[in-house]
């Protein structure tokens, strides 16, 4: 199998030349992609596919449940080397529907070392409980908890001083939050986007998975322990 992929590699990078002679030669001189892609690490997610983009065009973190987590030092790396050196404009935040990490989160099992990473999907879970708990439906329950999570980690992003400091520079650089299905291959916008201090107030998208009104603090203790 390892020699397959060896051989699949030799035939694109023929096809690359065939279709472009510049193609290699002009993307290793430097990259300077507009987007950076913080996504989960799910296969079944190609960000330069679903996107439509080349190599060289998607600057691209990865990650169990697409979490910005600001004491990760990998993302931090991966943020500040975006935002100050390639300059980029958007940071898109997206996750999946039926995302394993986010249903781990709340699945009152253990899973191991994950358990702590997944500790702001939980939070996330709490932030929306009120909404969360009215979704009888435990798959639509778990496609709106997917999409509270990305809404939550494209708040962290706006935090975060690497940000926050680009932003005191003037530096045009905006947040997206989006999900992607997997059943279809379509990308959602969630409607969360900021870009400047003042788009922190109204980061939470007024709709989850087509429940209208906007998420209230959890009055129960939140939905660990009581999620199907």
């Not at 030092?73 to 529907?97: P, W």
């Not at 975060?160 to 059943?183: F, K, M």
Request: net charge negative; with cysteine.
């Amino acid at each position: 199998m390892i020699e397959t992929l060896l051989r699949n590699n030799e035939e694109w990078a023929a096809s690359k030349i065939a279709e472009d002679s510049d193609f290699f030669s002009r993307i290793a001189g430097q990259q300077s992609p507009e987007y950076l892609w913080i996504g989960c690490s799910d296969s079944r997610v190609p960000a330069n596919e679903v996107l439509g983009l080349k190599p060289g065009d998607l600057f691209v973190h990865l990650n169990v449940a697409n979490i910005a987590c600001p004491s990760d030092t990998n993302f931090l790396a991966v943020l500040q080397y975006a935002v100050e050196t390639l300059k980029v404009r958007h940071i898109i935040v997206c996750g999946h529907y039926g995302c394993g990490g986010v249903a781990a989160a709340v699945d009152d099992c253990r899973h191991g070392l994950v358990d702590h990473w997944l500790q702001p999907v939980r939070d996330a879970a709490d932030e929306f409980a009120d909404h969360l708990l009215r979704i009888r439906d435990e798959d639509r329950r778990l496609d709106a908890l997917c999409e509270a999570n990305v809404a939550s980690q494209v708040c962290s992003v706006a935090c975060n001083p690497i940000v926050q400091d680009a932003w005191r520079r003037h530096q045009s650089l905006t947040v997206h939050g989006w999900i992607y299905s997997l059943e279809d291959g379509l990308l959602h916008d969630l409607d969360c986007s900021i870009s400047s201090f003042t788009g922190l107030s109204s980061a939470f998208p007024a709709k989850l998975s087509g429940q209208i009104g906007a998420p209230m603090k959890a009055r129960n203790g939140g939905v660990r322990g009581t999620w199907p």
